[in-house]
């Protein structure tokens, strides 16, 4: 008797924290929501239940000509598939050489991919952006391409080089004796097997241009070939309360099929980690 | 032509040291161990490299040694580029000859042991199936010496340069002054203020942050595991929605939440009881803001890793521990935490890494703010967004290049023990 009492209260304190818990992760999720359904562009005049509901701002940057909306989800979704294409073929090579092959230079070669792998691309932003100025790639999406590309590229090699390190070695050695060539045992038999870790590099890579703003910031200039974090972080940063009703709508428009996404494959995402992580 | 049908009597007295002497000049040493494809291939090359390169290698070390000599015309910042790129080339071209030396020494050893020369055929088979991994890394190599390893060099070289806003090309040219960018970090006043100040938050923050976001997550992982809580899944995917929606809008959100005059945090849920709190202007409380808001978006990542692990330990750990009569703290320390780390200590530690170069949260949610007497950073600002506000806001490059590397070198320490402690690195014996 006394032991289920205990047992009741313990019970209802842990449903007492997750309840607390929900309360501060949804608080600033539909205020942000209810803003963009505030009619007015002003923050002052909202409240968290709006009178009315309005879906005027949705409206004003899909109809309205001033509106760069859609050509910045057009930039950003290019920049992504590009981006997420490249990195997983470009990355799945090195990791290839670097689990099954002995060569010289190897070690060297991991040692730097693991070094490199620490340093921020933002510390060397002054040369990226003259580098980026004296080949003509500034201002230009190709060139923040190139940037993602490289700047992920030893950490995502490092993920595919350790799940690949947890896949036997006698399955593509007999593939060999077998007469398989360097190409066959990559594509027939390594990239089935590891297809996870390679979901998630592509999916990492494709949310990245999405949810960065600082190195298009560096790299961009004109508004029309702006991506999304950028258009938006121009919204608030040039008129700050004027226009926030407007970046709340832009952003609920990301964050909703970004978030459906990452809720649907978070379990594949985590099991790609954590494998590749104690291997790697 | 008909060298290549002579006896092998004659293939004894080929000597190699000759071949590897005679690849002075790439390319005829091979020849003379009758591989006359690749010998001529070597010679093209050479030639090439020599004619078309001896220009631009000759104008970067100019360039990289005085850095330009009449302003407007020459731009010191495409020169020291230029410069680097030269070293780079250099470094390439120098492997390039050494390699060559080895090739025609070890070709000559085999002629005179009396191997038979291969034909094209297999050399070409040869060069693929040895060459292959190199092809294999080749691509991403370039990209990463163009986009990381390039502009880290350029970077370090700027630091021994002055060059700031009100010295700045074409109108001006760079000098090379050695160390006085970091002599100036430790003598001047205002520097030294800023750096001290700038260091220590960035190791607080990155410190206790990061621990806190590992904390909540380990608690809320344990509690949600307990076999009485109902409905997990829609608890867990809840608990996961911060890391789903992206980190720019939900900053820039809470941003303007905790604004000090309009935010709803002081005009909806603390106005009732009448207090106001500067979360912005004051810079204890913006400290005590970020690493509250960094929790609330960092938390769910080492969560779900948390939650996957948790899921994974046998019941019969627990069962046993029973048995023994363990109590539910025993239980944890010796069962769960063990368990939870070893699985996920590398993402952890990348954690940590990732919030020392937090600049997202830094600068969207204050700029680095509120500005602080007597320093140049303001009062959240770590190094990584101190060095993006001196390059970009005030354009002081010498500065910020001297700062990086100072941020270099502590990542490079800490590189070096994740090093020693990593398990891949152990496990590279294996193969």
């Known amino acids: 008797m006394k032991k289920s009492a205990k047992n009741r209260i313990e019970l209802a304190l842990i449903y007492l924290v997750v309840l607390f818990v929900f309360a501060v992760i949804a608080y600033p999720l539909l205020w942000t929501l209810s ?41 950003t979704l290019l920049v992504a598939a590009v981006t997420s294409a490249a990195s997983v073929i470009v990355v799945s090579f090195v990791a290839f050489a670097f689990s099954r092959y002995e060569f010289v230079g190897r070690r060297h070669g991991i040692y730097a991919f693991l070094l490199l792998q620490m340093f921020p691309v933002l510390m060397g932003m002054v040369a990226i952006y ?34 690949l390190d947890t896949i036997p070695r006698d399955l593509d050695e007999s593939a060999k ?23 998630v590099v592509a999916l990492f890579n494709f949310m990245a241009p999405f949810m960065d703003f600082l190195l298009p910031r560096i790299i961009l200039r004109s508004p029309e070939k702006f991506t999304l974090a950028l258009g938006l972080f121009n919204f608030i940063n040039d008129k700050f309360a004027n226009n926030f009703t407007r970046f709340a709508a832009g952003s609920i428009l990301i964050a909703v099929p970004i978030a459906a996404v990452f809720l649907f494959l978070q379990r594949y995402l985590i099991t790609g980690l954590t494998e590749g992580a104690t291997k790697g | 032509m008909t060298a290549g049908l002579e006896p092998p009597t004659s293939a004894r007295r080929h000597r190699p040291v ?35 390169l001896s220009d631009f290698l000759a104008t970067g070390y100019w360039g990289i040694y005085t850095l330009g000599e009449t302003p407007m015309d020459d731009d010191s910042r495409s020169l020291l580029a230029q410069g680097i790129l030269a070293v780079i080339v250099t470094a390439f071209l120098l492997m390039f000859y050494v390699y060559n030396f080895i090739d025609a020494y070890r070709d000559g050893r085999k002629l005179r042991d009396g191997f038979r020369i291969p034909s094209v055929r297999e050399n070409f088979h040869h060069a693929w ?20 390893i390039f502009p880290l060099l350029f970077m370090i070289c700027l630091a021994f340069t002055n060059y700031n806003l009100y010295n700045s090309p074409p109108a001006k040219l760079l000098d090379w002054v050695g160390f006085d960018n970091f002599r100036a970090l430790i003598t001047d006043e205002l520097w030294r203020k800023s750096l001290l100040s700038v260091l220590s938050w960035t190791v ?100 779900a890793l948390f939650s996957g692990v948790l899921q ?35 993402l952890l530690i990348m954690q940590y890494s990732g919030n ?76």
């Open chain 2, 204 to 303: 607080v923050w990155t410190f206790v942050a990061t621990t806190l976001q590992i904390g909540v997550a380990l608690f809320l992982a344990v509690l949600v595991n307990d076999p009485r809580v109902k409905f997990k899944r829609l608890i867990r995917t809840v608990f996961i929605l911060p890391w789903a929606v992206p980190s720019f809008v939900t900053i820039l959100i809470f941003a303007a939440m905790f604004n000090d005059t309009f935010g709803a945090v002081n005009r909806e849920l603390l106005a009732p009881f009448g207090v106001q709190i500067p979360w912005m202007s004051d810079p204890t409380w913006a400290k005590i803001t970020i690493i509250l808001i960094q929790v609330w978006l960092g938390f769910p990542f080492v969560f």
């Open chain 2, 129 to 148: 199936d040895k060459g292959f991994p190199y092809y294999m890394v080749l691509p991403g190599f370039f990209i990463l010496a163009f986009v990381v």
């Open chain 1, 35 to 75: 803003i963009s359904l505030n009619p007015g562009t002003s923050l002052f005049s909202t409240s968290l239940i709006p009178d009315k509901l309005s879906t005027e701002h949705y409206e004003w940057l899909f109809t309205d000509p001033r509106s760069d909306y859609l050509l910045w989800y057009k930039n």
């Open chain 2, 18 to 52: 000759l071949a590897a002497m005679l690849s002075v000049v790439p390319g005829v040493g091979q020849i003379y161990n009758r591989r006359f494809i690749k010998g001529a291939l070597f010679l093209a090359l050479a030639a090439a490299a020599g004619n078309l």
């Open chain 1, 177 to 199: 004796i077998d007469g398989a060539g360097h190409f066959r045992i990559f594509f027939n038999i390594l990239v089935p097997l590891a297809k996870p870790i390679l979901a």
């Open chain 2, 312 to 346: 994974s330990i046998s019941s019969e750990w627990y069962e046993a521990a029973e048995v023994d009569g363990g109590s539910r703290w025993d239980k944890f320390r010796h069962i769960t935490f063990p368990h939870v780390m070893y699985a996920t200590a590398p």
């Open chain 1, 130 to 163: 003259l580098l980026l100025n004296i080949v003509g790639l500034l201002d230009s999406l190709w060139g923040l391409v190139l940037i993602y590309l490289g700047g992920g590229l030893p950490m995502n090699a490092f993920l595919v080089k350790g799940y």
């Open chain 2, 356 to 431: 020392f170069n937090n600049f997202n949260i830094i600068y969207l949610f204050n700029e680095g703010g509120p500005p602080v007497r007597n320093q140049n950073a303001g009062g959240t600002d770590i190094l990584i967004s101190w060095v993006y506000k001196l390059t970009f806001e005030s354009n002081n490059y010498k500065m910020a290049a001297a700062i990086s590397i100072i941020m270099g070198l502590i990542v490079a320490i800490f590189a070096f023990f994740q090093f020693r402690r990593s398990r891949s690195f152990r496990e590279e014996g294996l193969y």
